[in-house]
């Protein structure tokens, strides 16, 4: 046994249920079936429909509760198309088919059902189901929620032809009634079925012919298992990994999914720096944001979806050094470093000498990124992030930045850091407009030459988002919207 105690077998709750499957040699299954794929394959829960496999349409979205540290269970929505089935282990899947309750034979809908009959809230019905889940998770966490709450919840279903109005009419109906539904009457039998899955807590090792999947506990397992198995590839939320199966294909070979790891989910402080663990999901981290780092707060709020942020990890952003990241040239301007760990050393290096290229990092094969750590932006110091997107929401960066500017006696400009995604292969500072910005009054003159310095800085390329020319515009006309925000 490669991981000492370690199972092969996942179990979790469905349909009120325990159920376990073994996958390391199950006749249809690998550790890489996604979700969506498991269910479909059962004969009861087809509601579950694959539009994009890629994470963008939310027709696939079904929900998981998780016991949270208070003994109750959390319900977080998710794109199943892309999650893989180990995830699921000590969790409950909740999808469209348990929405509704049978009680004497009779069927009695949830009141997301109901409000979306009566607002007319579905035509074809294809986003439906997916629609459904993701006002369940909003249903149970929140009572009366803002336009801002509804529209987040629904920013990762896409609907062709209802339009969206029926739909946030119907959230606003049914989500009265503080979470109470047949759920939380069911709560107390669904947690003692968790717990009895939960209470001897096991890594998951799956060996088969073909593929390996290692799903470790703790840090030390992972970084054992990354020395033995190099070229294995990490996992987090597997929000970019995922894609590589469903849309191109590829086969996984070697994973180690360190998702469980708890050891990795930190957030901390101290008087200079904020220390972020980085397994934290993307929710969290806007959660913890908000107050710390505003700048940082105000990207979350349009990175991805809700389903998106559910899973996907601050670690796989900086893993997957994507040159259109939307958190690293934020990570650049707030001059963080990071943590990398192998099972004999521990270094810690700056973001920016971190990412070496397209899609590419200084990581040794038996690392992994075990900590963010932002130094605390000194009084003085304005930081400010922008992504233009062709949609605002759920929309990958056309081009993203993040600036950061410090002065002199209020006018001389004594530091200053213009970093951008989308620009060039990677994510990259304009050094020769900084260098012109340098140690000169922040007006508008000197703004306009630096523009023009710019435009000429970088050589994009023009792709299905834009052509090279529209993102050196606008390239240069963030600066000017960053001279006129402060
Ligand atoms: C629908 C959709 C919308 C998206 N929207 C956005 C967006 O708005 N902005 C944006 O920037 N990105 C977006 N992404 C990309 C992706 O979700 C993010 O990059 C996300 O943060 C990746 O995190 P993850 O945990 O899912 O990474 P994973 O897929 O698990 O991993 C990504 C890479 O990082 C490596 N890795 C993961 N964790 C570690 C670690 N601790 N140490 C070392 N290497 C590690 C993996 O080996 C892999 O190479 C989107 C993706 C999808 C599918
Ligand atoms: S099928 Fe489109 S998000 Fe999953
Ligand atoms: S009801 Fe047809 S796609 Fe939404």
């Known amino acids: 046994m490669i991981i000492q105690n370690s199972t092969n077998i996942i179990k979790f709750v469905l349909d009120d249920k325990i159920v376990e499957l073994n996958l390391s040699n199950h006749p249809q299954l690998k550790p890489t079936t996604t979700i969506l794929n498991y269910l479909r394959s059962l004969p009861n829960h087809k509601g579950v429909k694959e539009g994009c496999a890629e994470g963008d349409c939310g027709a696939c ?8 540290e208070n003994n109750k269970i959390s319900y977080k929505s998710v794109t199943s198309c892309i999650v893989f089935l180990p995830v699921i282990h000590g969790k409950q899947l909740i999808t469209v088919e348990n929405i509704a309750q049978i009680k004497d034979g009779k069927t009695i809908l949830h009141p997301i059902q109901q409000a979306i009959i009566e607002t007319n809230g579905s035509q074809c019905g294809y986003c439906t189901p997916g629609i459904i889940m993701s ?11 803002s336009l801002e709450i509804v529209e987040d919840a629904l920013t990762g279903n896409l609907c062709r032809c209802t339009g969206y109005k029926p739909v946030i009419d119907a959230a606003s109906k049914a989500c009265t009634k503080n979470g109470i539904d047949h759920f939380t009457e069911k709560e107390p039998e669904i947690i003692k079925l968790l717990e009895s899955i939960n209470s001897n807590k096991q890594a998951i090792s799956i060996v088969s012919k073909y593929q390996k999947y290692f799903r470790p506990l703790t840090l030390k397992q992972a970084l054992i298992l990354k020395e033995k198995y190099p070229s294995a590839i990490l996992i987090n939320g597997a929000s970019d990994i995922a894609i590589k199966q469903t849309k191109n294909k590829e086969f996984l070979t070697e994973i180690i999914d360190i998702s469980s790891i708890d050891e990795l989910k930190y957030f901390s402080e101290d008087n200079n720096y904020f220390y972020f663990g980085t397994g934290l999901i993307l929710e969290k981290l806007k959660a913890i944001s908000k107050n710390n780092l505003p700048p940082l707060y105000n990207i979350l709020k349009i990175f991805g979806s809700l389903q998106i942020r559910n899973t996907a990890t601050i670690g796989g952003n900086i893993g997957s050094a994507s040159p259109i990241s939307d958190l690293l040239p934020l990570l650049f301007t707030y001059k963080s470093m990071i943590k990398l760990k192998s099972s004999k050393n521990e270094r810690t290096i700056k973001i920016s000498e971190f990412i070496k290229g397209y899609r590419s990092t200084d990581i040794h094969t038996n690392e992994i990124i075990t900590e963010v750590i932002i130094p605390k932006p000194q009084k003085g110091v304005i930081i400010n992030s922008y992504k233009i997107s062709k949609r605002k929401d759920l929309d990958i960066s056309t081009v993203s930045a993040a600036f950061r500017i410090e002065f002199e006696n209020n006018k001389i400009i004594k530091n200053i850091i213009l970093a951008f995604g989308g620009m060039a292969e ?6 020769k407009t900084e260098n012109f910005l340098l140690n000169k009054n922040w007006n508008m003159q000197n703004v306009e030459q630096a523009m023009n310095i710019l435009y000429n800085e970088f050589e994009p390329i023009s792709d299905a988002r834009a052509e090279a020319d529209s993102r050196k515009i606008a390239c240069k006309n963030l600066l000017l919207k960053f001279w006129l925000d402060i």
């Open 135 to 145: 006002l369940f998770t909003l249903y149970k966490n929140f009572n009366n929620p």
């Open 61 to 68: 979205t079904v929900v998981l509760g998780e016991l949270n």
């Open 426 to 431: 990677t994510t990259k500072r304009a050094t």
